[in-house]
């Protein structure tokens, strides 16, 4: 009952603090753009090979498995799903394998150069395309990944991932500072060395 109790007051801190973003008509085009689809809450088009969310519910989970496309600028139906939380109780409720999960066990207060680096090589292997990358609340890990998605790939400054991570609207929690500092003390291209030198992930055994 303590950790319930625990949990719930973590939750409803975190929800009251959440960064209040720019006004939809103030967003820039090149920002994620929110797609709505029942059962995935805090959805948005990241790339047309990469999408972030908050945690699927089991309709949101159908959906995926049914290998539906989420928007017209998508490439092709969903591939893979990427978690980056410690709680495995989604696993218990996907209702097919039709989509490979992958899990990082990412926790907020402290980010692994090898759990971005796990991260980074499953979104950017064509094999794993599209990703839906998501945390609980899809705004502060997944913000994270993003915005180093956008460094890395798409020649973002860190100063544009960053305000696109806490003013897109996404949710960010201030009281994850670590986040920012962590991209801003991002060494670029040694961190390009290491994802390259790791090669692209395996491909997994798609039923398809």
């Excluded at 899809?138 to 020649?155: P, V």
Aim: charged share 20%; proline share 9%; net charge neutral.
């Amino acid at each position: 009952m303590l950790k319930k109790l625990t949990a719930l007051c973590i939750t409803l801190t975190l929800f009251a603090c959440a960064q209040t973003g720019l006004p939809p008509d103030q967003r820039p085009n090149t920002w994620a753009q929110p797609v709505s689809i029942p059962g995935l809450p805090n959805l948005h088009q990241v790339s047309p090979t990469l999408f972030r969310s908050a945690q699927p519910d089991f309709e949101g989970l159908v959906i995926v498995n049914n290998m539906q496309r989420f928007s017209a600028q998508q490439d092709a139906p969903l591939r893979t799903v990427l978690s980056l939380r410690p709680d495995r109780s989604d696993e218990k409720i996907y209702p097919s394998r039709n989509v490979h999960y992958e899990r990082i066990e990412m926790n907020t207060w402290d980010i692994k150069d090898a759990d971005v680096i796990k991260a980074l090589r499953i979104i950017n292997t064509p094999a794993m395309q599209p990703v839906l990358l998501h945390c609980q609340h899809g705004a502060d890990r997944t913000g994270l990944i993003s915005a180093i998605y956008r460094i890395m790939y798409q020649g973002w400054s860190k100063d544009e991932a960053i305000r696109e991570m806490t003013l897109g609207n996404f949710g960010y929690h201030p009281m994850w500072k670590n986040l920012i500092e962590y991209i801003n003390q991002l060494d670029v291209a040694d961190l390009r060395k290491k994802v390259e030198a790791e090669g692209p992930y395996p491909e997994p055994p798609f039923p398809y």
